[in-house]
């Protein structure tokens, strides 16, 4: 058979047309670049894209735009004069996307002993102890272990303890999970988690989508005077904005959710859009092959963000973060799983939040928050074994809250003030039905039918001393006020900072921190009104060390001593803010004292690499004690007490296409209190034996993650599909004892074991 000539012509243009089509997929890079103090924008600003010719300048607004980037991961370098260079490491570029960033610079000091300033990878502040983390999107995205929840990432840094892999409760620096806060783009949100647990900030799974995450910023402790009504923690979100240019659709899928990303821009392109959604379908999957499961649970979240330049130095915000979760466990069920309880529960948590932040003609900025939380809970819960009812709850919170906060340039030094209000309307309707406790006493029922309206208020101020070019002091003063206790506070607050050279600084910290009781635990008695606020005092000091441009070495060292912690006389060697259950949160208390105290103390060592090349990670360890003192004056450890944490993590990016990284964990065990044995069997449920509170340990804790990207990028669509396994090789880490009812003795929650999660990611 004879070739035709026609043939191999078309087949030649085809060829060539296959050919033009594969070029190298483009994307582009747009941002913003801002003063850090002031947040005004820094004109004519350098960017570049290290090792590439690529660049542009700022504009009048800071604004700046890259086209045609061939994608792949950069590292982002500006500069401008009178300003501290900075890279940017981790800045991916996808096909037919618009990356978004915000740089901000700080002042260049005005004595400097190098005649050529290296840019830093490491974002350096004043205000904060070297303790303070700050993580990037992709950095977050692309975590071990974290199965798409922020709070599980954060469980990697030294200063937060291990705890349990089936619950995302941030236990930092021996504080109970109800002591931490959450902001997202300046809003404050209750609790940023599915399955929340009533009064304390903890869930079992975080309910913000990470791939609208733009950074995190996490303070362990020592922080500023803005921040209040919290003892140990705040984690502070900022959210990316939309796509200021074109509609753009995001997909994802693992065999946890579905869900997705749209987004785009406003008219006249002066602002963006975006909106996630996304829905668990386990439940789905229990229907359709008829699995048995003690509990079938669903969730779904929404959450939404709008940024509107109303001019050149004013712009507006709005935020909406929606959570609805489900959860139901048959009788049957908990019997043949050996489960102690059976029950339904339904949560709804929808917080709303509008922000406008003005800028003062490069002296400063304002910005002020409106927003409103409403948080329901509706649970009816009863022993498997003997079906006696152990709960109801119908519970309603709102929080209605205004917060103004300003920062003042005053030619060498600053200023930040401002203050905050909140109404808090709730609607409790409850029943704790008569029980055995675990001391073996017979609870009386407690009924809970309150309705009211509580109040708080805060002011703070903060002046940045520059002592020297070297030495800065920023000492502060924070005033808080509960109508519902009568409680005012006064809680000073300095913080210390030494720049021995642009390689070497010390930090010192301390400060008096005070939070209200939750509403709930409040309610349950009238009497409890009486309570003083929980104090801490804190005192931190640190030193960081660059070892070289993208590795950095910080020691942190940290006391906190607390006062007036709630007690029960009825369960005298008990810290009752420790006792939550995973069903009511908090449980019933016929009296409370507050004249419990309790210590934490500990050193945080950690070791970072930021990705420049292709390797990145970081080493960290600390160890840590975390006691209380009980009504009967005897000190005991906390139940987060795991003295000692390891955890090395990182990755390796051989091309822009393939990704693995990994995550090993090392941490002691926590403390816990055996049980009577004979006292338990006879009344079979877990009685305590009380002469050993918090005297025995579980077995330590470890685990291996590993996960594989694999990125596809097509001519204006890109691909991501990863393969995540936890505890790769299978360790059978104990959660916690329990009495087994329906066996009648001893037995234990295992923590996960080997689960791998496929999942994938689709950008058109």
Not at 315 to 331: E, N, P, W
């Amino acid at each position: 058979m004879s070739f035709k000539p026609c043939v191999l012509i078309t087949l030649i243009a085809l060829l060539c047309t296959l050919a033009a089509r594969a070029e190298i997929p483009v994307g582009s890079l747009s941002g913003q670049v801002r003063d850090a103090e002031t947040l005004d924008p820094v004109i004519g600003a350098a960017v570049m894209l290290r090792n590439t010719t690529l660049g542009a300048a700022a504009d009048l607004e800071g604004r700046f735009e890259i086209q045609n980037i061939p994608v792949g991961a950069y590292v982002v370098q500006v500069s401008a004069i009178g300003y501290e260079p900075f890279a940017q490491t981790d800045v991916v570029i996808r096909s037919g996307r618009a990356t978004t960033v915000t740089i901000e610079l700080n002042v260049l000091a005005v004595n400097t002993d190098e005649v050529t300033i290296r840019p830093t990878f490491f974002k350096q502040t004043t205000d904060e102890p070297v303790g303070t983390v700050e993580l990037s999107y992709e950095e977050i995205r692309r975590a071990p272990g974290a199965v798409g929840d922020v709070s599980r990432i954060i469980m990697q840094l030294p200063s937060v303890a291990k705890v349990n892999d089936t619950r995302n409760s941030l236990v930092v620096r021996g504080g109970s999970p109800a002591e931490n806060g959450y902001v997202i783009d300046g809003v404050e949100v209750p609790n940023i988690n599915h399955f929340p647990l009533q009064g304390a900030a903890s869930g079992a799974l975080g309910m913000v989508n990470v791939n609208l995450i733009e950074d995190v910023t996490f303070q362990a402790g020592g922080f500023g005077a803005r921040y209040g009504d919290k003892l140990s923690s705040y984690m502070d979100l900022s959210l990316r904005d939309g796509n200021r240019e074109r509609f753009q659709v995001q997909a994802n899928a693992s065999f946890l959710s579905a869900g997705g990303v749209l987004e785009g821009p406003l008219a006249n392109h002066n602002g963006s859009w975006l909106v996630s959604a996304n829905r668990s379908y386990f439940d789905f999957i229990i229907d359709a092959f008829d699995v048995e499961a003690s509990a079938i649970p669903w969730y779904s979240d929404v959450l939404a963000k709008v940024s509107l330049d109303a001019s050149s130095k004013s712009k507006l915000t709005f935020i909406d973060l929606l959570g609805v979760d489900h959860s139901h466990i048959a009788r049957k069920s908990a019997l043949d799983n050996e489960e102690n309880v059976f029950g339904t529960a339904d949560w709804r948590v929808n917080t709303f939040g509008a922000s406008w932040r003005y800028l003062w003609n490069n002296r400063g900025y304002s910005v002020t928050s409106l927003a409103h939380t409403y948080s329901s809970w509706t649970s009816d819960w009863s022993e498997a074994v003997t079906e006696n009812r152990l709960s109801r709850n119908e519970s309603d919170e709102n929080t209605f809250r205004v917060h103004n906060e300003n920062f003042l340039r005053l030619g060498r030094h600053n200023l930040s003030f401002g203050a905050d209000a909140e109404a808090l309307p709730y609607a409790y309707d409850r029943t704790f039905f008569e029980t055995t406790d675990s001391y073996g006493n017979t609870t009386p029922e407690l009924n809970i039918d309150d309705n009211n309206t509580a109040a708080k208020a805060g002011a703070f101020a903060t002046i940045h001393l520059n002592v020297t070019d070297k030495f800065i002091a920023s000492p502060g003063l924070r005033a808080d006020y509960s109508d519902y206790t009568s409680n005012s506070t006064l809680s000073p607050r300095l913080q210390l900072n030494y720049q021995a050279s642009r390689a070497t600084s010390f930090t010192a910290s301390t400060g008096l921190y005070s939070q209200t009781l939750p509403l709930v635990l409040l309610s349950q008695n009238s009497a409890f009104k009486n309570l003083a606020d929980p104090q801490a005092v804190h005192y931190v000091v640190g030193l960081s060390q660059l070892l070289s441009e993208d590795t950095r070495l910080t020691v942190e060292g940290y006391v906190k001593e607390y006062e007036y912690l709630p007690l029960d006389p009825a369960q005298p060697e008990l810290s009752v803010i420790d006792q939550t259950n995973d069903q009511d949160g908090y449980t019933a208390h016929e009296s409370l004292r507050d004249v419990g105290k309790a210590r934490s103390s500990g050193v945080e060592v950690m070791l970072q690499k930021k990705l420049v090349e292709n390797l990145y990670g970081s080493i960290s360890g600390s160890y840590f004690r975390s006691r209380y003192r009980d009504y009967t004056g005897i000190w005991r450890d906390r139940i987060y007490d795991n003295r000692y944490l390891f955890t090395v993590t990182g990755g390796y990016k051989p091309s822009p296409k393939w990704e693995l990284s990994m995550r090993w964990v090392f941490a002691g065990g926590a403390p816990y209190t055996q049980f009577d044995l004979a006292q338990s069997t006879a009344e079979n449920r877990g009685i305590f034996d009380n002469s050993r509170i918090n005297e025995e340990r579980l077995p330590d804790y470890h685990t291996l993650d590993v996960r594989v990207d694999r990125r596809f990028n097509l001519a204006n669509s890109n691909w991501i599909i990863y393969l995540s396994i936890q505890n790769l090789y299978g360790r059978d880490n104990i959660a916690s004892y329990y009495w087994n009812q329906v066996q009648n003795k001893p037995d234990t929650y295992k923590q996960w074991g080997t689960l791998p999660i496929i999942g994938a990611e689709f950008e058109f």
